[in-house]
C-alpha cells in the first residue's frame, strides 16, 4: 500500500504544479491538429516554451562559435601584452597577465 499512497501523492504534486494541466492541454491541441506534426515530441517540447531540436542546435553552434571567437582574442591579447613588455621592460602595470577583467575563461576543454 505504500506505493499507492506514493502513486497518489505524486499525482497530486502533478496536479498542484500544473503539470499535468500543461500536459493535458498540450495533448490536446496535438490531438486536434488536422495535420499531425511530423515529430511529436518536437511539437511537444514546443508547446511547453522549450526549444525546438533545430533551435537547440542552432544555440549549441553559437556557443561554439563564441567560445572560438573568445579563444582567439584572448591569444590576440596574450600576443599584444607580449608585444608591449617587449616594448616596455619597465612598464609592471597594467592587465597582461592573459586575463581579460570582466570575462570569465573559456569553459570548453582545451
Given at each position: 500500500m505504500a506505493s499507492e499512497s506514493k502513486k497518489e501523492a505524486f499525482r497530486k504534486y502533478l496536479?498542484?504544479?500544473?503539470i499535468l494541466?500543461?500536459?493535458t492541454k498540450v495533448l490536446v491541441a496535438i490531438y486536434e491538429e488536422n495535420e499531425k506534426p511530423?515529430?511529436?515530441?518536437e511539437y511537444v517540447r514546443h508547446a511547453l516554451g522549450g526549444p525546438t531540436i533545430s533551435e537547440h542546435e542552432m544555440s549549441k553552434n553559437k556557443v561554439a562559435e563564441l567560445e572560438a571567437k573568445y579563444d582567439?582574442?584572448?591569444k590576440q591579447h596574450e600576443e599584444?601584452?607580449?608585444q608591449l613588455q617587449l616594448l616596455q621592460p619597465r612598464r609592471a602595470e597594467g592587465?597582461?597577465?592573459?586575463?581579460?577583467?570582466?570575462?570569465p575563461p573559456s569553459s570548453s576543454p582545451a
Open positions: 496536479e498542484s504544479s500544473g494541466e500543461a500536459i511530423p515529430i511529436a515530441l582567439l582574442l584572448l599584444a601584452c607580449r592587465n597582461c597577465d592573459g586575463q581579460l577583467s570582466g570575462v
